[in-house]
């Protein structure tokens, strides 16, 4: 079925939200007019408008700098909601028996079963861990993935702080009260540090930690 022209114009809005960008940010990228894909550019004068079409060419443009194939960009202009990625998942009480994994160590067989990952949400960030308050669990250069908008942080959780003072600390979780928060180092050559909360921005829980 033909893509509507209200899903080629969903597709590349989401496109450009997809790259962190507005829809006059992904056309200056592709090196076109900021106004290609303005709103006031998918419809024409008359009564009722007549609907615009992006070009070809403009199309190619973004396809190209993105990376996307034709494929992935007619995916995006669906209604359906994206698939989650899926990995194997394996009872540990069969992880020990034969015939679930090869002679390279990976999985094999029928007997799995998947696990969705977690999708990727506007209040996930990356950031490179410095200095060595953490070490040996994160070492400097370290990339860790954090979600700032966690609401279950607990005692024992390791997080990243983000302070009124432009700090910004990943540490593990001490302790928590009504007004204030502790936080302790990995390294024992780094003494714990106790904030109040009204001196933090936002503290988000670690998910995951590239080394």
């Known amino acids: 079925m033909p893509l509507s022209h ?9 496109l450009a939200k997809r790259e962190g960008l507005s829809a006059s940010g992904l056309a200056r990228r592709a090196g076109l007019d900021p106004t290609s894909f303005n709103p006031s550019k998918r419809f024409g004068p008359g009564e009722p408008p007549r609907p615009r079409w992006p070009s ?6 973004i396809l190209s700098v993105t990376g996307l194939s034709l494929g992935d960009f007619a995916e995006l202009a669906q209604d359906a909601p994206d698939r989650p990625p899926l990995v ?8 020990g028996q034969d015939g679930f994994f090869d002679d390279a160590g990976l999985p094999t067989g029928d007997g799995w079963l998947q696990t969705e990952l977690p999708r990727p949400r506007d209040s ?3 950031l490179r861990i410095a200095g060595d308050s953490m070490s040996p669990l994160y070492r400097e250069g370290d990339h860790v993935i954090v979600d700032r ?3 279950d942080v607990r005692k ?9 003072g432009g700090e910004t600390l990943a540490k593990e979780l001490a302790a928590l009260s009504a007004g204030n928060v502790t936080l302790a180092s990995i390294n024992p050559d780094y003494g714990p540090r106790t904030l109040p909360r009204a001196d933090i921005l936002w503290m988000g829980r670690i998910l995951w930690v590239s080394q």
């Open 56 to 61: 070809t060419e403009s199309l190619t443009s």
């Open 156 to 164: 024992g959780d390791r997080v990243v702080v983000r302070t009124t």
């Open 124 to 126: 996930l960030l990356s």
């Open 88 to 95: 194997p998942m394996l009872g540990m009480a069969q992880a």
């Open 149 to 151: 908008e966690a609401t």
């Open 6 to 14: 209200i899903q080629i114009w969903t597709a590349i809005d989401r």
